[in-house]
């Protein structure tokens, strides 16, 4: 580690062949703690490259435990964090609107990190029980449209990463790996990235897969549709630059949309959005959100009829039970 150190602190990026490797013997545990947090800090100094981040992903699929969900035609919806904003789960509600709506939600997530409360937090405090069985996640599927693989269970090598990781108390590039490390490999991604490099370095890699997906970016710094403002919008179809007004919505503010510094309280909001007693500014975030991911199965419908979708799984109810079902 020492040698690839020096090479970082020198400013000379990896190749994916080592970004690979060195991935690979953190995940055998070769290094301490404190070898693997001066690995971490380099990348909070500098943006990492197309091929580290293609190394470190294709080290994260190797070492974790595959699960076979092929027979569903599913998407993931997820932001990498580490945007530092503080929101409500506004991925994780979007995902079960879309659950609601009768679109498969295969998500990885994970809990919080540099946020009080990630998608693993939220869920597991309302009852959900992780699993890595297969046989459970597609029941899961068939019977409420979502499944949760919880990234612990699936990247049982990183768990001399997970320690580290929580002391630093800061985002890694272990944030940008998230959404690309779903093992189950869903054919349609929603991802929210907290700056425009790392959206272009999405891009780039994305393209090289067979996903349909759509990349989001808020431009004051959201990684997800905010409504305060701009965003950008990425696809394997096309880029946009949108504000709320042009998709309908009137622009926000940040205290609209705050999470809260609790568990507790950030379950309260999603509990209350599901059952559309939450306010407008809330229902509103979320249906924006929702409206793109339904638009990755629906790329010829209009983000108007999509967002009509969205709040149709929330009218109706439909988004709520589908998470009864998994918490009963």
């Given at each position: ?22 991935l690979i013997?953190?995940g ?8 693997i947090?001066?690995?971490l ?7 990492i490259?197309v091929?580290?981040l293609?190394?470190?992903?294709q ?17 993931d ?21 879309i659950?609601g709506a ?11 990190v540099?946020?009080s ?14 699993t ?11 019977k409420?449209n ?11 090598a990183m ?7 929580k ?9 940008l790996?998230?959404p ?6 869903p ?5 929210g ?5 790392i ?13 349909n ?8 710094g ?17 880029e ?17 949309i ?18 559309n007693?939450?306010?407008?500014e ?7 959100n ?12 209009s983000i ?12 109706s109810?439909?988004?709520?039970q ?6 009963l």
């Amino acid at each position: 580690m020492k040698a690839i150190l020096n090479q970082l602190f020198e400013r000379q990026p990896l190749s994916k062949a080592l970004a690979y490797n060195t991935l690979i013997r953190i995940g055998k545990g070769e290094f301490n703690s404190s070898q693997i947090a001066s690995f971490l800090t380099v990348y909070l100094m500098r943006t990492i490259t197309v091929e580290e981040l293609e190394g470190f992903r294709q080290a994260l699929l190797d070492l974790c435990i595959k699960i076979d969900l092929s027979e569903f035609n599913s998407i993931d919806v997820c932001g990498t964090g580490g945007d530092g904003k503080d929101t409500f789960n506004i991925s994780t509600l979007s995902a079960f609107v879309i659950a609601g709506a009768g679109y498969k939600v295969s998500k990885h997530g994970n809990y919080g990190v540099s946020s009080s409360c990630g998608s693993s937090n939220v869920l597991e405090h309302l009852g959900y029980q992780f699993t890595n069985d297969e046989s459970t996640l597609k029941q899961q599927l068939e019977k409420a449209n979502f499944c949760m693989m919880h990234a612990p269970l699936f990247h049982p090598a990183m768990k001399n990463v997970g320690p580290v990781r929580k002391e630093l108390g800061l985002k890694t590039f272990f944030n940008l790996l998230g959404p690309l490390v779903n093992p189950a490999f869903p054919k349609n991604q929603l991802v929210g990235v907290f700056n425009m490099e790392i959206a272009r370095i999405y891009n780039y890699l994305l393209q090289k897969t067979d996903t349909n997906y759509t990349i989001l970016h808020s431009l004051d710094g959201y990684d997800e549709i905010s409504l305060t403002g701009k965003f950008k919008a990425v696809s394997n179809k096309r880029e946009s630059l949108l504000s709320p007004e042009d998709i309908g919505f009137k622009k926000q503010t940040a205290a609209s949309i705050f999470g809260g510094p609790t568990v507790d309280g950030a379950a309260k909001i999603f509990v209350n959005v599901l059952n559309n007693e939450c306010t407008a500014e809330q229902k509103n975030v979320v249906l924006a959100n929702a409206s793109f991911a339904i638009q990755c199965f629906e790329p010829t419908k209009s983000i108007e009829e999509c967002i009509s979708i969205a709040k149709e799984s929330i009218d109706s109810g439909k988004a709520y039970q589908s998470l009864k079902k998994l918490t009963l």
